[in-house]
């Protein structure tokens, strides 16, 4: 009996060994299971705000050209000789086909030409709007210069007509929008007035005639050869002219008269610019360089000479900000250069085909616009940086659920499945990450969602909670929710289902030791033994 009650004693000791060990295999895996959850939760919401950082915060822009154009436009139906933002930044008029058609663009969409019309009977080698951006004068090989009133659509309709008397190469609106000056093949500038037969204190019959009926004011001698181009100092009272005779050229505007004449090329000088301060004129030549020249007291010095390109320097043009000189060349190249004092070159832009003759500014400083014969315009910018769309300075920030992540995009694209952005302006979406699910592209409010409790996902990209799998294991359900649960939990599973069956066997021994020690004391009683399987605990 002694000896039954030891062994009773001894089992129930190790029964509850057993259950301790077991009781706190579960609290430890269940004080994990919390621990892990509230460290996976606390570290899922870390790193989804790291992603989310991340993905807005786009790079900042800097004095980045691409050297792809922004938009080509097509149209003309052989060479664009010249091309002109209109001053307001709307537009951009063309003209060079052999017809003598003027195109005006939509600047803002570079989609087709929204106004066209057959404005000379030949080519024409000049265009420029005046500063108000109401009118346009237009010269041609047809010995004719015209001015073009410019409706609010963009239509042309005709103002006046005057004849230069040989074929025109360039034209040029004063700024203050008294004159209109043109030059050609016969080496003379004439300058006209653009309201027509209309004499006025600023058109006066001084050093040749005035025309009442045609409004000419005068005629200014000097070059030698063709006139080639032609640019107005910033307060009209200066003009600056280009000639096939290597000569830059100055002239008084108030008088008529020569101001001086200027050598520094070794070929004709195709271009001439003034900055809009006036402080300085750019000349570009066939010699392939471009000289810098200050100009003070009506006086050109020479400043510097840039050796250019390896062609002829066929256009010239200063932005309106004067930060940047833009040069066109026979090498079919457009180049961009700092104004530092040793003007950097900054980029240089090479998708024509065909020799440059014509670059322009828009007025924001933000495009160039380049003509050539292959049939193209071809507008350069600033594109605007990842996470926008459009071009400087109309760039537009990506909504949620959408990005770009490179410069220049024209659209932003939607999130893909599985995939989230919450915030404006981003560069890339966020994949969803693992014990979580997307239901939706973020846009709604409905990015990021973790796995519903006594569920978890080890797998990124997750796009309804279908992707969350339900962990459970024999003796109840333990919910593990962190990046690799899935195994976690068959492992769990595994030592618990070893556990269990490890005791259950050693409750076996000590119960049949225990029934054993019960039926020897019984038998030596003279006893019946019963066991009672009901009453084995």
């Known amino acids: 009996m002694a000896a039954g009650i030891t062994t009773t004693a001894s089992f129930h000791s190790q029964k509850m060994k057993w259950n301790d060990r077991l009781h706190n295999t579960f609290l430890f895996f269940a004080l994990t299971n919390v621990y892990s959850t509230s460290l996976y939760v606390s570290a899922e919401t870390s790193l989804r705000e790291m992603q989310l950082t991340s993905a807005s915060a786009p790079s900042a822009a800097t004095d980045w050209w691409s050297v792809d154009p922004i938009w080509t436009l097509r149209g003309d ?11 307001d930044g709307k537009w951009v008029a063309s003209a060079g086909d052999p017809n003598g ?9 570079g989609g087709a030409a929204i106004s066209t019309i057959e404005a000379h009977t030949n080519k024409i080698g000049s265009i ?13 090989y047809d010995s004719k210069v015209k001015i073009w009133n410019v409706g609010s659509g963009g239509a042309l309709t005709l103002r006046n007509t005057f004849d230069h008397g040989d074929e025109v190469q360039a034209v040029k609106f004063s700024p203050d929008g008294k004159y209109v000056a043109s030059g050609g093949w016969d080496s003379m500038i004439k300058i006209w007035n653009p309201s027509g037969g209309v004499q006025t204190e600023n058109c006066v019959a001084s050093g040749d005639y005035y025309d009442e009926d045609g409004g000419l004011c005068y005629t200014l001698h000097g070059h030698t050869n063709y006139t080639l181009s032609l640019a107005f100092t910033p307060d009209s009272k200066t003009l600056a002219s280009g000639s096939d005779d290597k000569m830059v050229r100055l002239w008084d505007m108030e008088n008529g008269t020569e101001l001086g004449s200027f050598a520094g090329h070794t070929s004709a000088v195709h271009s001439v610019d003034f900055t809009q301060d006036g402080t300085q004129l750019a000349s570009g030549s066939y010699d392939r360089t471009i000289n810098i020249w200050d100009f003070h007291n009506n006086n050109l010095i020479h400043n510097q000479t840039i050796t250019a390109h390896n062609d002829a320097v066929l256009s010239v043009a200063f932005s309106p900000d004067g930060k940047y000189l833009a040069s066109g060349s026979f090498d ?9 004092s040793n003007y950097d070159l900054v980029v240089t832009f090479n998708a024509h085909a065909d020799p440059v003759y014509s670059v322009n500014f828009s007025p924001d400083s933000q495009k160039i616009a380049s003509t050539t014969n292959d049939k193209t315009i071809r507008i350069w910018g600033k594109p605007c940086k990842p996470g926008q769309y459009g071009s400087h300075p109309d760039c537009t920030s990506c909504a949620p659920g959408t990005f770009t992540n490179k410069r220049g995009m024209d659209r932003c694209i939607p999130c893909a499945a599985g995939a989230f952005q919450e915030d404006e302006g981003a560069k890339e979406c966020v994949k969803c990450a693992v014990g979580g699910f997307c239901p939706g592209d973020g846009t709604d409010g409905s990015g990021f969602t973790l796995c519903p409790v006594g569920t978890c996902n080890d797998i990124k990209g997750g796009t309804n909670e279908a992707s969350c799998i339900k962990c459970s294991i024999a003796l109840g359900t333990l919910h593990l929710i962190a990046a690799g649960s899935f195994v976690l939990c068959v492992l769990l599973y595994l030592y618990v289902r070893y556990t269990s069956k490890l ?12 029934a054993e020690a019960k039926r020897i004391a019984a038998e030596e009683q003279g006893l019946e033994f019963v066991l009672l399987t009901d009453t084995v605990h």
């Open 332 to 340: 079919a190249s457009v180049k961009l250069w700092k104004r530092t």
């Open 128 to 140: 420029d709007f005046s500063i108000d951006g109401t009118k346009l004068v237009s010269g041609s």
């Open 503 to 514: 005791l259950a066997a050693k409750k076996a021994e000590f119960v049949m030791k225990e």
């Open 101 to 109: 058609a003027i195109h005006i663009w939509d600047a803002a969409s």
């Open 77 to 87: 139906r052989d060479w664009a000789k010249s091309a002109k933002f209109s001053p």
